[in-house]
Protein backbone atom coordinates (compact mmCIF):
# COMPACT_ATOMS: atom_id res chain seq x y z
CA UNK A 1 0.00 0.00 0.00
CA UNK A 2 2.95 2.21 0.33
CA UNK A 3 3.05 2.38 -3.81
CA UNK A 4 1.54 5.28 -5.32
CA UNK A 5 -2.14 5.40 -6.31
CA UNK A 6 -2.94 4.10 -9.76
CA UNK A 7 -3.05 6.34 -12.31
CA UNK A 8 -3.00 4.13 -15.51
CA UNK A 9 -3.96 1.01 -16.90
CA UNK A 10 -0.55 -0.49 -16.20
CA UNK A 11 -0.59 -0.02 -12.60
CA UNK A 12 -3.97 -1.85 -12.81
CA UNK A 13 -2.76 -4.28 -14.49
CA UNK A 14 0.17 -4.75 -11.91
CA UNK A 15 -1.76 -4.92 -8.86
CA UNK A 16 -4.59 -7.05 -10.34
CA UNK A 17 -7.11 -4.64 -10.40
CA UNK A 18 -9.96 -5.43 -12.77
CA UNK A 19 -12.00 -2.19 -11.81
CA UNK A 20 -11.44 0.76 -9.30
CA UNK A 21 -13.80 1.46 -6.78
CA UNK A 22 -12.97 5.16 -7.28
CA UNK A 23 -11.90 7.04 -9.67
CA UNK A 24 -10.48 10.92 -8.46
CA UNK A 25 -10.24 13.32 -11.02
CA UNK A 26 -8.32 16.34 -9.45
CA UNK A 27 -7.18 19.63 -11.18
CA UNK A 28 -3.80 19.32 -9.42
CA UNK A 29 -0.91 17.35 -10.45
CA UNK A 30 -0.52 14.03 -8.39
CA UNK A 31 1.72 14.43 -5.39
CA UNK A 32 1.28 11.57 -2.91
CA UNK A 33 1.58 13.97 0.01
CA UNK A 34 -0.98 14.28 3.14
CA UNK A 35 -1.22 18.19 2.03
CA UNK A 36 -3.17 17.10 -1.30
CA UNK A 37 -6.50 16.06 -1.17
CA UNK A 38 -6.51 13.29 -3.99
CA UNK A 39 -3.72 11.64 -1.90
CA UNK A 40 -5.11 12.41 1.76
CA UNK A 41 -8.60 10.94 0.40
CA UNK A 42 -7.31 8.17 -1.50
CA UNK A 43 -5.01 7.10 1.01
CA UNK A 44 -8.00 7.18 3.87
CA UNK A 45 -10.04 5.10 1.37
CA UNK A 46 -7.80 2.18 0.70
CA UNK A 47 -7.04 1.71 4.36
CA UNK A 48 -11.03 1.24 4.63
CA UNK A 49 -10.03 -1.45 1.76
CA UNK A 50 -11.33 0.36 -1.55
CA UNK A 51 -9.50 0.59 -4.42
CA UNK A 52 -8.83 4.06 -5.58
CA UNK A 53 -7.23 5.59 -8.60
CA UNK A 54 -6.31 8.95 -9.78
CA UNK A 55 -6.79 10.80 -13.00
CA UNK A 56 -4.42 13.80 -12.61
CA UNK A 57 -5.28 17.23 -14.76
CA UNK A 58 -6.85 15.56 -17.24
CA UNK A 59 -6.98 17.22 -20.51
CA UNK A 60 -10.28 18.43 -20.71
CA UNK A 61 -10.32 19.02 -24.21
CA UNK A 62 -9.90 14.57 -25.10
CA UNK A 63 -12.86 12.83 -23.40
CA UNK A 64 -10.56 10.14 -23.23
CA UNK A 65 -8.38 11.65 -20.89
CA UNK A 66 -11.13 10.88 -18.40
CA UNK A 67 -11.07 6.80 -19.44
CA UNK A 68 -7.92 6.29 -18.89
CA UNK A 69 -8.77 4.43 -15.23
CA UNK A 70 -11.93 2.59 -16.72
CA UNK A 71 -15.42 3.41 -15.39
CA UNK A 72 -15.27 3.15 -11.65
CA UNK A 73 -17.54 0.55 -9.54
CA UNK A 74 -18.90 3.33 -7.33
CA UNK A 75 -18.41 6.71 -8.35
CA UNK A 76 -15.51 9.17 -9.81
CA UNK A 77 -15.01 11.86 -7.00
CA UNK A 78 -14.03 15.65 -8.64
CA UNK A 79 -12.08 18.24 -7.38
CA UNK A 80 -10.61 21.51 -8.84
CA UNK A 81 -7.74 20.78 -6.33
CA UNK A 82 -6.44 22.36 -3.48
CA UNK A 83 -7.36 26.34 -4.84
CA UNK A 84 -10.59 27.45 -6.67
CA UNK A 85 -9.96 27.00 -10.10
CA UNK A 86 -10.63 30.67 -11.07
CA UNK A 87 -8.73 31.68 -8.31
CA UNK A 88 -5.68 29.70 -9.54
CA UNK A 89 -5.93 30.64 -12.79
CA UNK A 90 -6.55 34.98 -12.62
CA UNK A 91 -5.02 36.88 -10.31
CA UNK A 92 -7.20 40.08 -7.90
CA UNK A 93 -7.07 42.03 -11.38
CA UNK A 94 -8.32 39.20 -13.60
CA UNK A 95 -4.95 38.46 -15.50
CA UNK A 96 -3.89 35.25 -16.47
CA UNK A 97 -1.73 33.52 -14.16
CA UNK A 98 2.21 32.84 -15.65
CA UNK A 99 2.50 30.04 -12.93
CA UNK A 100 0.64 26.87 -11.64
CA UNK A 101 2.40 25.72 -8.62
CA UNK A 102 0.25 22.75 -8.49
CA UNK A 103 1.55 21.47 -11.88
CA UNK A 104 4.03 19.81 -13.77
CA UNK A 105 6.99 21.98 -13.72
CA UNK A 106 4.87 25.11 -12.50
CA UNK A 107 3.52 25.41 -15.91
CA UNK A 108 -0.09 27.26 -16.17
CA UNK A 109 -3.26 26.20 -18.50
CA UNK A 110 -3.39 22.63 -17.50
CA UNK A 111 -6.44 23.31 -15.05
CA UNK A 112 -9.61 24.89 -16.83
CA UNK A 113 -11.61 27.87 -15.84
CA UNK A 114 -14.33 26.65 -13.44
CA UNK A 115 -13.11 22.82 -13.62
CA UNK A 116 -15.55 20.87 -11.77
CA UNK A 117 -18.20 22.10 -14.26
CA UNK A 118 -15.75 20.86 -16.62
CA UNK A 119 -14.91 17.60 -15.30
CA UNK A 120 -18.44 16.23 -15.11
CA UNK A 121 -19.50 17.10 -18.15
CA UNK A 122 -16.59 15.24 -20.24
CA UNK A 123 -17.27 12.55 -17.15
CA UNK A 124 -21.00 12.03 -18.26
CA UNK A 125 -19.60 11.81 -21.94
CA UNK A 126 -17.40 9.31 -21.60
CA UNK A 127 -19.63 7.29 -19.08
CA UNK A 128 -23.57 8.05 -19.08
CA UNK A 129 -25.13 7.23 -15.68
CA UNK A 130 -21.81 7.14 -14.09
CA UNK A 131 -22.22 8.30 -10.16
CA UNK A 132 -20.36 11.74 -9.68
CA UNK A 133 -19.49 13.17 -6.25
CA UNK A 134 -17.92 16.56 -5.92
CA UNK A 135 -15.88 18.47 -3.27
CA UNK A 136 -12.63 20.18 -2.48
CA UNK A 137 -12.53 24.33 -1.69
CA UNK A 138 -14.09 25.15 -5.19
CA UNK A 139 -17.44 23.16 -4.14
CA UNK A 140 -17.33 23.90 -0.55
CA UNK A 141 -17.31 27.72 -1.38
CA UNK A 142 -19.73 27.52 -4.07
CA UNK A 143 -22.31 25.10 -2.24
CA UNK A 144 -25.36 27.75 -2.45
CA UNK A 145 -26.06 30.92 -4.12
CA UNK A 146 -22.62 32.58 -4.22
CA UNK A 147 -20.92 36.01 -5.79
CA UNK A 148 -19.01 35.06 -8.89
CA UNK A 149 -16.25 38.01 -9.22
CA UNK A 150 -15.26 36.50 -12.45
CA UNK A 151 -18.25 36.68 -14.28
CA UNK A 152 -19.84 39.67 -12.01
CA UNK A 153 -22.79 37.65 -11.35
CA UNK A 154 -24.69 35.88 -8.92
CA UNK A 155 -24.49 31.79 -9.32
CA UNK A 156 -26.03 28.89 -8.13
CA UNK A 157 -25.04 25.91 -6.47
CA UNK A 158 -22.26 24.32 -7.72
CA UNK A 159 -24.11 20.70 -7.60
CA UNK A 160 -26.64 22.10 -9.76
CA UNK A 161 -24.21 23.86 -12.51
CA UNK A 162 -21.60 20.68 -12.26
CA UNK A 163 -24.91 17.94 -12.41
CA UNK A 164 -23.02 16.23 -10.33
CA UNK A 165 -25.00 13.53 -8.06
CA UNK A 166 -23.77 15.01 -4.55
CA UNK A 167 -21.35 17.56 -3.08
CA UNK A 168 -19.22 17.21 -0.05
CA UNK A 169 -18.30 20.43 1.53
CA UNK A 170 -15.74 21.11 4.48
CA UNK A 171 -12.68 18.97 5.26
CA UNK A 172 -14.11 15.22 3.96
CA UNK A 173 -13.03 12.28 5.26
CA UNK A 174 -15.71 11.76 8.00
CA UNK A 175 -18.60 12.05 4.99
CA UNK A 176 -16.62 10.53 2.01
CA UNK A 177 -16.21 7.55 4.28
CA UNK A 178 -19.73 7.04 5.54
CA UNK A 179 -21.07 7.76 1.74
CA UNK A 180 -18.83 5.05 0.22
CA UNK A 181 -19.76 2.41 2.40
CA UNK A 182 -23.75 3.96 1.67
CA UNK A 183 -22.36 3.19 -2.51
CA UNK A 184 -20.75 0.00 -1.12
CA UNK A 185 -24.62 -1.17 0.23
CA UNK A 186 -26.43 0.26 -3.25
CA UNK A 187 -27.74 2.95 -2.14
CA UNK A 188 -27.72 5.47 -5.06
CA UNK A 189 -25.31 8.88 -4.63
CA UNK A 190 -29.03 10.98 -5.54
CA UNK A 191 -30.37 9.00 -2.66
CA UNK A 192 -28.25 10.14 0.26
CA UNK A 193 -29.39 11.68 3.20
CA UNK A 194 -28.44 12.98 6.02
CA UNK A 195 -25.05 12.65 6.34
CA UNK A 196 -23.21 15.46 7.38
CA UNK A 197 -21.02 17.60 5.49
CA UNK A 198 -22.84 17.04 2.05
CA UNK A 199 -25.48 18.96 0.08
CA UNK A 200 -27.69 17.62 -2.13
CA UNK A 201 -31.24 18.69 -4.00
CA UNK A 202 -34.67 17.39 -4.62
CA UNK A 203 -37.52 18.38 -7.03
CA UNK A 204 -39.96 17.59 -4.31
CA UNK A 205 -41.03 19.62 -1.16
CA UNK A 206 -42.29 16.45 0.98
CA UNK A 207 -38.39 15.39 1.33
CA UNK A 208 -37.50 18.56 2.75
CA UNK A 209 -37.50 18.21 6.77
CA UNK A 210 -40.69 18.33 8.80
CA UNK A 211 -39.55 21.29 10.65
CA UNK A 212 -38.45 24.58 8.62
CA UNK A 213 -38.15 28.30 9.50
CA UNK A 214 -37.18 31.10 7.38
CA UNK A 215 -34.78 33.30 8.10
CA UNK A 216 -36.74 36.91 9.42
CA UNK A 217 -36.78 39.29 6.83
CA UNK A 218 -35.40 41.94 8.97
CA UNK A 219 -33.95 41.70 12.50
CA UNK A 220 -35.71 44.14 15.31
CA UNK A 221 -34.39 47.91 14.51
CA UNK A 222 -31.17 49.14 16.35
CA UNK A 223 -30.08 45.50 17.13
CA UNK A 224 -26.46 44.60 15.90
CA UNK A 225 -27.26 41.47 13.67
CA UNK A 226 -24.02 39.58 15.44
CA UNK A 227 -25.97 39.25 18.47
CA UNK A 228 -29.55 37.57 16.86
CA UNK A 229 -30.91 34.42 16.69
CA UNK A 230 -30.65 32.77 12.76
CA UNK A 231 -34.06 32.23 12.74
CA UNK A 232 -37.33 34.21 14.15
CA UNK A 233 -38.53 33.20 17.73
CA UNK A 234 -36.32 33.05 20.94
CA UNK A 235 -33.86 30.10 20.41
CA UNK A 236 -33.76 27.87 17.58
CA UNK A 237 -34.75 23.61 18.27
CA UNK A 238 -32.34 21.71 17.08
CA UNK A 239 -33.84 19.80 14.94
CA UNK A 240 -35.43 23.28 13.01
CA UNK A 241 -34.25 23.23 9.42
CA UNK A 242 -34.04 26.96 7.87
CA UNK A 243 -35.32 28.32 4.80
CA UNK A 244 -32.92 30.80 2.87
CA UNK A 245 -34.11 33.39 0.70
CA UNK A 246 -34.48 31.37 -3.17
CA UNK A 247 -32.05 31.90 -5.61
CA UNK A 248 -34.39 34.06 -7.86
CA UNK A 249 -35.01 36.91 -4.81
CA UNK A 250 -30.85 37.22 -4.23
CA UNK A 251 -30.09 37.30 -7.84
CA UNK A 252 -31.71 39.84 -9.28
CA UNK A 253 -29.01 42.85 -8.99
CA UNK A 254 -31.47 45.28 -7.01
CA UNK A 255 -30.97 46.86 -3.67
CA UNK A 256 -33.83 44.56 -2.18
CA UNK A 257 -31.99 41.40 -3.36
CA UNK A 258 -28.47 42.47 -2.33
CA UNK A 259 -29.99 43.22 1.22
CA UNK A 260 -31.67 39.54 0.93
CA UNK A 261 -28.19 37.75 -0.41
CA UNK A 262 -26.31 39.99 2.53
CA UNK A 263 -29.21 38.16 4.86
CA UNK A 264 -28.59 34.75 3.13
CA UNK A 265 -25.25 34.84 3.64
CA UNK A 266 -25.13 36.06 7.01
CA UNK A 267 -27.43 32.64 8.22
CA UNK A 268 -25.06 30.32 6.20
CA UNK A 269 -22.11 31.80 8.60
CA UNK A 270 -24.07 31.93 11.54
CA UNK A 271 -24.36 27.90 11.04
CA UNK A 272 -21.60 26.61 9.78
CA UNK A 273 -20.70 24.42 13.21
CA UNK A 274 -21.23 21.17 13.22
CA UNK A 275 -22.58 21.64 16.96
CA UNK A 276 -25.02 24.21 16.48
CA UNK A 277 -25.50 24.79 12.92
CA UNK A 278 -28.63 23.78 11.04
CA UNK A 279 -29.49 22.59 8.36
CA UNK A 280 -30.58 24.86 5.62
CA UNK A 281 -32.85 24.93 2.42
CA UNK A 282 -32.25 27.07 -0.56
CA UNK A 283 -35.09 27.45 -3.43
CA UNK A 284 -33.43 27.02 -6.74
CA UNK A 285 -36.00 27.34 -9.68
CA UNK A 286 -37.96 24.22 -9.49
CA UNK A 287 -35.38 22.53 -6.95
CA UNK A 288 -34.29 22.81 -3.32
CA UNK A 289 -30.70 22.51 -2.31
CA UNK A 290 -30.09 21.24 0.88
CA UNK A 291 -27.09 21.62 3.12
CA UNK A 292 -26.34 18.95 6.02
CA UNK A 293 -25.22 19.74 9.07
CA UNK A 294 -21.67 20.47 8.96
CA UNK A 295 -19.55 17.19 9.27
CA UNK A 296 -18.22 16.88 13.04
CA UNK A 297 -14.72 17.49 13.86
CA UNK A 298 -11.64 14.75 13.26
CA UNK A 299 -10.36 13.84 16.98
CA UNK A 300 -7.06 13.75 17.71
CA UNK A 301 -6.42 10.05 17.18
CA UNK A 302 -8.47 10.19 13.94
CA UNK A 303 -6.55 13.37 12.61
CA UNK A 304 -2.99 11.04 13.40
CA UNK A 305 -3.93 8.34 11.94
CA UNK A 306 -5.12 10.42 8.48
CA UNK A 307 -1.64 11.63 8.25
CA UNK A 308 0.48 8.89 9.47
CA UNK A 309 -1.54 6.91 6.62
CA UNK A 310 1.75 5.51 4.21
CA UNK A 311 2.45 8.34 1.88
CA UNK A 312 5.54 8.77 -0.16
CA UNK A 313 5.65 12.23 0.19
CA UNK A 314 7.33 12.71 -3.47
CA UNK A 315 5.58 13.85 -6.66
CA UNK A 316 4.40 11.15 -8.92
CA UNK A 317 7.47 9.49 -11.28
CA UNK A 318 6.22 10.81 -14.36
CA UNK A 319 7.10 14.26 -13.02
CA UNK A 320 10.55 13.36 -13.07
CA UNK A 321 10.59 14.49 -17.06
CA UNK A 322 10.65 17.80 -17.57
CA UNK A 323 7.98 19.63 -18.12
CA UNK A 324 7.38 22.52 -21.33
CA UNK A 325 9.27 24.86 -19.57
CA UNK A 326 12.06 22.03 -18.67
CA UNK A 327 11.09 21.83 -15.15
CA UNK A 328 10.78 19.30 -12.93
CA UNK A 329 8.46 18.10 -10.10
CA UNK A 330 5.48 20.12 -9.12
CA UNK A 331 6.63 23.20 -6.77
CA UNK A 332 4.02 23.18 -4.53
CA UNK A 333 5.96 19.92 -2.30
CA UNK A 334 8.59 21.82 -1.59
CA UNK A 335 6.17 23.98 0.74
CA UNK A 336 5.23 21.41 2.84
CA UNK A 337 8.05 18.27 1.99
CA UNK A 338 9.64 19.02 5.22
CA UNK A 339 6.62 20.99 7.61
CA UNK A 340 4.10 19.99 9.68
CA UNK A 341 0.40 20.00 9.79
CA UNK A 342 -0.44 20.25 13.26
CA UNK A 343 -3.85 22.10 13.31
CA UNK A 344 -6.97 22.68 11.28
CA UNK A 345 -9.71 25.41 11.74
CA UNK A 346 -9.24 29.09 12.65
CA UNK A 347 -11.51 30.97 15.06
CA UNK A 348 -9.62 34.18 13.73
CA UNK A 349 -12.75 34.14 11.17
CA UNK A 350 -10.85 36.97 9.30
CA UNK A 351 -13.75 38.63 6.59
CA UNK A 352 -11.24 38.02 3.55
CA UNK A 353 -10.63 34.17 4.25
CA UNK A 354 -12.79 31.57 3.64
CA UNK A 355 -11.24 28.97 5.88
CA UNK A 356 -13.73 29.68 8.32
CA UNK A 357 -16.40 28.96 6.07
CA UNK A 358 -14.55 25.88 4.86
CA UNK A 359 -12.86 24.46 8.27
CA UNK A 360 -14.79 25.65 10.85
CA UNK A 361 -13.90 28.10 13.75
CA UNK A 362 -13.09 24.85 16.22
CA UNK A 363 -9.78 23.94 16.06
CA UNK A 364 -8.67 20.37 15.31
CA UNK A 365 -4.71 19.40 16.58
CA UNK A 366 -2.43 16.17 15.87
CA UNK A 367 -0.80 15.10 18.82
CA UNK A 368 2.64 15.77 19.66
CA UNK A 369 3.83 11.78 19.53
CA UNK A 370 2.53 11.77 16.17
CA UNK A 371 4.09 14.74 14.85
CA UNK A 372 7.07 13.65 16.57
CA UNK A 373 7.09 10.47 14.88
CA UNK A 374 6.19 12.18 11.35
CA UNK A 375 9.32 14.53 11.77
CA UNK A 376 11.53 12.12 13.11
CA UNK A 377 10.90 10.37 9.84
CA UNK A 378 12.04 13.33 7.60
CA UNK A 379 15.09 13.30 9.22
CA UNK A 380 15.77 10.01 7.52
CA UNK A 381 15.10 11.59 4.10
CA UNK A 382 17.97 12.62 1.92
CA UNK A 383 16.88 15.59 1.25
CA UNK A 384 16.10 16.84 4.48
CA UNK A 385 19.43 19.87 5.21
CA UNK A 386 18.19 19.57 9.38
CA UNK A 387 15.09 22.48 8.75
CA UNK A 388 11.64 22.11 9.60
CA UNK A 389 10.48 24.26 7.62
CA UNK A 390 6.91 25.20 9.20
CA UNK A 391 4.96 23.61 12.60
CA UNK A 392 1.11 24.97 11.95
CA UNK A 393 -1.84 25.18 10.10
CA UNK A 394 -4.36 28.15 8.78
CA UNK A 395 -2.96 29.69 12.31
CA UNK A 396 0.14 28.27 13.28
CA UNK A 397 -0.27 29.42 17.68
CA UNK A 398 -3.93 28.05 17.67
CA UNK A 399 -3.80 24.34 19.00
CA UNK A 400 -6.97 24.55 20.95
CA UNK A 401 -10.38 25.73 20.80
CA UNK A 402 -10.64 29.49 21.64
CA UNK A 403 -12.65 28.24 24.87
CA UNK A 404 -14.14 25.22 26.80
CA UNK A 405 -17.56 25.83 25.89
CA UNK A 406 -16.65 25.48 22.59
CA UNK A 407 -15.94 21.64 22.78
CA UNK A 408 -19.67 21.04 24.01
CA UNK A 409 -21.35 23.94 22.12
CA UNK A 410 -19.56 24.79 19.23
CA UNK A 411 -18.35 27.81 18.08
CA UNK A 412 -20.77 31.20 19.37
CA UNK A 413 -22.76 31.62 16.31
CA UNK A 414 -23.48 35.63 17.36
CA UNK A 415 -20.32 36.49 18.82
CA UNK A 416 -16.77 36.43 17.26
CA UNK A 417 -13.66 35.24 19.29
CA UNK A 418 -11.29 37.66 17.85
CA UNK A 419 -11.41 40.85 15.95
CA UNK A 420 -11.29 44.39 17.32
CA UNK A 421 -13.33 43.32 20.23
CA UNK A 422 -11.73 40.03 21.52
CA UNK A 423 -14.31 37.75 23.30
CA UNK A 424 -13.53 38.06 26.70
CA UNK A 425 -13.66 34.28 27.82
CA UNK A 426 -10.66 33.64 24.70
CA UNK A 427 -8.19 30.96 26.47
CA UNK A 428 -4.96 32.64 25.90
CA UNK A 429 -2.16 29.87 26.50
CA UNK A 430 0.91 28.53 24.27
CA UNK A 431 1.99 26.74 27.15
CA UNK A 432 0.58 23.35 24.50
CA UNK A 433 2.63 24.76 21.95
CA UNK A 434 5.91 25.69 23.40
CA UNK A 435 6.22 21.93 24.61
CA UNK A 436 5.79 20.85 21.22
CA UNK A 437 8.25 22.90 19.23
CA UNK A 438 10.70 21.91 22.02
CA UNK A 439 10.52 18.57 21.60
CA UNK A 440 10.98 19.27 18.02
CA UNK A 441 14.22 20.95 18.45
CA UNK A 442 15.59 18.39 20.39
CA UNK A 443 15.36 15.70 17.87
CA UNK A 444 18.74 14.31 16.72
CA UNK A 445 19.28 15.73 12.75
CA UNK A 446 17.14 18.29 13.27
CA UNK A 447 19.37 21.95 13.27
CA UNK A 448 15.72 24.61 13.24
CA UNK A 449 12.48 24.76 13.56
CA UNK A 450 10.76 26.96 12.06
CA UNK A 451 7.13 29.33 11.68
CA UNK A 452 6.20 30.16 8.65
CA UNK A 453 2.38 29.66 8.96
CA UNK A 454 0.53 32.48 10.03
CA UNK A 455 1.32 34.18 13.55
CA UNK A 456 -1.97 35.50 14.79
CA UNK A 457 -0.04 38.34 16.49
CA UNK A 458 -3.36 39.82 18.50
CA UNK A 459 -3.55 36.34 20.27
CA UNK A 460 0.09 36.20 20.75
CA UNK A 461 -0.07 39.80 22.69
CA UNK A 462 -2.75 38.92 24.41
CA UNK A 463 -1.07 36.21 26.38
CA UNK A 464 1.01 37.74 29.64
CA UNK A 465 3.09 34.58 29.64
CA UNK A 466 5.76 35.59 27.12
CA UNK A 467 7.33 32.61 26.99
CA UNK A 468 6.27 31.91 23.54
CA UNK A 469 6.83 35.27 22.24
CA UNK A 470 10.73 34.86 23.35
CA UNK A 471 11.50 31.11 21.98
CA UNK A 472 9.42 32.75 18.67
CA UNK A 473 12.46 35.15 18.57
CA UNK A 474 15.17 33.20 19.85
CA UNK A 475 14.69 29.59 17.59
CA UNK A 476 11.50 29.95 15.04
CA UNK A 477 12.43 32.60 12.96
CA UNK A 478 15.31 33.49 10.92
CA UNK A 479 15.70 37.12 10.19
CA UNK A 480 12.36 38.15 9.45
CA UNK A 481 8.84 37.52 11.01
CA UNK A 482 5.87 38.13 8.46
CA UNK A 483 2.81 39.16 9.77
CA UNK A 484 -0.20 40.52 8.73
CA UNK A 485 -1.69 43.44 10.29
CA UNK A 486 -4.07 43.86 6.98
CA UNK A 487 -3.98 48.02 7.09
CA UNK A 488 -3.87 50.68 9.55
CA UNK A 489 -7.79 52.38 9.70
CA UNK A 490 -9.64 50.69 12.88
CA UNK A 491 -13.09 51.43 10.67
CA UNK A 492 -11.38 49.03 8.24
CA UNK A 493 -9.94 46.14 10.00
CA UNK A 494 -13.50 46.27 12.16
CA UNK A 495 -14.62 45.10 8.66
CA UNK A 496 -11.69 42.79 7.87
CA UNK A 497 -11.92 41.33 11.53
CA UNK A 498 -8.84 42.05 12.51
CA UNK A 499 -7.23 43.60 15.93
CA UNK A 500 -7.00 47.48 16.04
CA UNK A 501 -4.11 49.15 14.56
CA UNK A 502 -3.01 49.88 18.80
CA UNK A 503 -2.78 45.86 18.83
CA UNK A 504 -0.32 45.81 16.02
CA UNK A 505 1.66 48.49 17.07
CA UNK A 506 2.08 47.24 20.85
CA UNK A 507 3.08 44.13 19.52
CA UNK A 508 5.71 45.56 17.00
CA UNK A 509 7.07 47.23 19.84
CA UNK A 510 7.55 44.55 22.02
CA UNK A 511 8.73 42.31 19.22
CA UNK A 512 11.44 45.14 18.80
CA UNK A 513 12.43 44.58 22.18
CA UNK A 514 12.56 40.85 22.47
CA UNK A 515 14.91 40.72 19.86
CA UNK A 516 17.00 43.72 21.03
CA UNK A 517 17.49 41.31 24.21
CA UNK A 518 18.27 38.56 22.70
CA UNK A 519 20.68 40.39 20.93
CA UNK A 520 19.23 39.89 17.19
CA UNK A 521 18.59 41.68 14.61
CA UNK A 522 15.19 40.90 13.42
CA UNK A 523 12.51 42.62 11.12
CA UNK A 524 8.61 42.47 10.97
CA UNK A 525 7.67 41.94 7.75
CA UNK A 526 4.20 43.41 7.88
CA UNK A 527 1.01 42.87 4.78
CA UNK A 528 -1.59 45.34 3.71
CA UNK A 529 -4.29 44.71 1.78
CA UNK A 530 -5.50 47.57 -0.38
CA UNK A 531 -9.06 48.09 -1.66
CA UNK A 532 -11.12 46.10 0.97
CA UNK A 533 -14.34 46.92 1.18
CA UNK A 534 -14.96 49.99 3.66
CA UNK A 535 -11.13 51.17 2.03
CA UNK A 536 -11.35 54.44 -0.09
CA UNK A 537 -8.71 56.54 -0.99
CA UNK A 538 -8.28 58.58 2.44
CA UNK A 539 -8.03 55.50 4.13
CA UNK A 540 -5.77 54.36 1.94
CA UNK A 541 -3.49 57.60 2.66
CA UNK A 542 -3.76 56.19 6.24
CA UNK A 543 -1.84 53.55 5.50
CA UNK A 544 0.51 55.52 3.63
CA UNK A 545 1.67 58.02 6.16
CA UNK A 546 1.76 54.99 8.92
CA UNK A 547 4.35 53.48 6.09
CA UNK A 548 6.23 57.10 5.64
CA UNK A 549 6.56 57.40 9.52
CA UNK A 550 7.99 53.60 10.24
CA UNK A 551 9.95 53.44 7.21
CA UNK A 552 8.77 50.90 5.68
CA UNK A 553 7.23 50.27 2.36
CA UNK A 554 6.28 46.81 1.19
CA UNK A 555 7.82 45.13 -2.07
CA UNK A 556 4.28 43.27 -2.47
CA UNK A 557 0.56 44.91 -1.80
CA UNK A 558 -2.48 42.33 -1.84
CA UNK A 559 -5.18 43.75 -3.83
CA UNK A 560 -8.61 42.38 -2.14
CA UNK A 561 -9.63 39.66 -4.02
CA UNK A 562 -13.41 38.52 -3.58
CA UNK A 563 -13.51 34.90 -3.67
CA UNK A 564 -16.78 32.80 -2.95
CA UNK A 565 -17.58 31.86 0.35
CA UNK A 566 -16.24 34.89 2.28
CA UNK A 567 -17.58 37.42 4.09
CA UNK A 568 -15.99 40.59 2.56
CA UNK A 569 -17.16 38.96 -1.15
CA UNK A 570 -20.58 39.57 0.94
CA UNK A 571 -19.99 42.92 1.33
CA UNK A 572 -17.94 43.62 -1.91
CA UNK A 573 -20.79 42.37 -4.07
CA UNK A 574 -23.68 44.06 -1.27
CA UNK A 575 -22.09 47.03 -0.46
CA UNK A 576 -23.48 46.01 3.23
CA UNK A 577 -22.21 44.66 6.15
CA UNK A 578 -24.43 42.08 6.97
CA UNK A 579 -23.55 42.25 10.40
CA UNK A 580 -24.37 45.87 11.70
CA UNK A 581 -27.87 47.29 11.26
CA UNK A 582 -28.65 50.94 11.68
CA UNK A 583 -31.85 52.29 13.28
CA UNK A 584 -34.30 52.22 10.86
CA UNK A 585 -33.66 48.14 9.70
CA UNK A 586 -31.30 48.57 6.91
CA UNK A 587 -27.98 47.39 7.00
CA UNK A 588 -24.57 49.16 7.51
CA UNK A 589 -23.55 51.12 3.84
CA UNK A 590 -19.79 50.12 3.16
CA UNK A 591 -17.92 51.79 0.57
CA UNK A 592 -16.13 49.72 -2.26
CA UNK A 593 -13.57 50.69 -4.54
CA UNK A 594 -14.78 48.64 -7.81
CA UNK A 595 -13.00 49.81 -10.24
CA UNK A 596 -9.56 48.79 -11.70
CA UNK A 597 -7.88 52.63 -11.72
CA UNK A 598 -8.98 53.10 -8.19
CA UNK A 599 -7.22 49.96 -6.95
CA UNK A 600 -4.26 51.23 -8.69
CA UNK A 601 -4.34 53.91 -6.68
CA UNK A 602 -4.69 52.58 -3.26
CA UNK A 603 -1.94 50.15 -4.24
CA UNK A 604 0.20 52.71 -5.51
CA UNK A 605 -0.56 55.18 -2.57
CA UNK A 606 1.28 51.96 0.10
CA UNK A 607 4.22 51.48 -2.41
CA UNK A 608 4.70 55.77 -2.66
CA UNK A 609 8.26 55.77 -2.92
CA UNK A 610 8.46 53.45 -6.07
CA UNK A 611 9.14 55.78 -9.39
CA UNK A 612 7.11 54.56 -11.47
CA UNK A 613 4.28 55.17 -9.07
CA UNK A 614 4.75 59.01 -8.93
CA UNK A 615 2.04 60.04 -10.92
CA UNK A 616 -0.38 57.56 -9.09
CA UNK A 617 0.69 58.83 -5.66
CA UNK A 618 -0.48 62.49 -6.69
CA UNK A 619 -3.42 61.76 -8.88
CA UNK A 620 -4.26 59.69 -5.73
CA UNK A 621 -3.68 62.69 -3.27
CA UNK A 622 -5.38 64.81 -5.48
CA UNK A 623 -8.58 62.65 -5.33
CA UNK A 624 -8.39 62.12 -1.99
CA UNK A 625 -8.56 65.96 -0.83
CA UNK A 626 -4.70 66.02 0.58
CA UNK A 627 -2.68 67.60 -1.90
CA UNK A 628 -0.55 68.80 0.75
CA UNK A 629 1.16 65.27 0.98
CA UNK A 630 2.69 65.08 -2.29
CA UNK A 631 5.76 66.85 -1.34
CA UNK A 632 5.84 64.54 2.13
CA UNK A 633 5.12 61.10 0.22
CA UNK A 634 7.22 62.00 -2.94
CA UNK A 635 10.21 63.81 -1.61
Same mark, same amino acid.
Given at each position: ?21 ? $? ?58 ? *? ?114 ? !? ?73 ? @? ?135 ? @? ?5 ? *? ?72 ? !? ?63 ? $? ?12 ? *? ?19 ? $? ?23 ? $? ?18
Amino acid at each position: MSDFLPVSKQDLLDRGIDQLDF $VFVSGDAYVDHASFAAALLGRLLESRGYTVGVIPQPDWKKTESFTVLGRPRLAFLVSAGA *MDSMVSNYTANNKPRSEDVYAHGGVAGHRPDRAIITYCSKIREAYKGVQILIGGIEASLRRTTHYDYWSNTVRRSLLLDSKADLLMYGMGEHSLLEIADLLAQGVPARQIRGVRGT !VWYTSHAEELPAHTDAIPPQPATGASLRKQPPVAGAGVPEDMALMLPSYADVSKNTPESKTLFARSYLAQEQNTD @ALNGHVLIEPVDSRFIVQEKAALPLTTAEFDAVYELPFTRRWHPMYDEPAENGKTGIPALSEVQFSLASSRGCFGACSFCAITFHQGRRIQSRSHESLLREAEKMTHDGAFKGYIHDVGGPTANFRADACPSQCKRG @ACAHRDC *MGTDPCPNVRVDHTEYVALLRKLRALPGVKKVFIRSGIRFDYLIMDKDKTFFRELCAHHISGQLKVAPEHVNDN !VLRLMRKSTHAVYEKFAAEYAEINQSLGKKQYLVPYYICAHPGAGLKEAVDVALYLKKTGFVPDQ $VQDFYPTPGSLSTC *MYYTGLNPHKQNADGSLEQVY $VARGAHERRLQRALLQFNRRENAQL $VREALQKAGRPDLIRTLLR
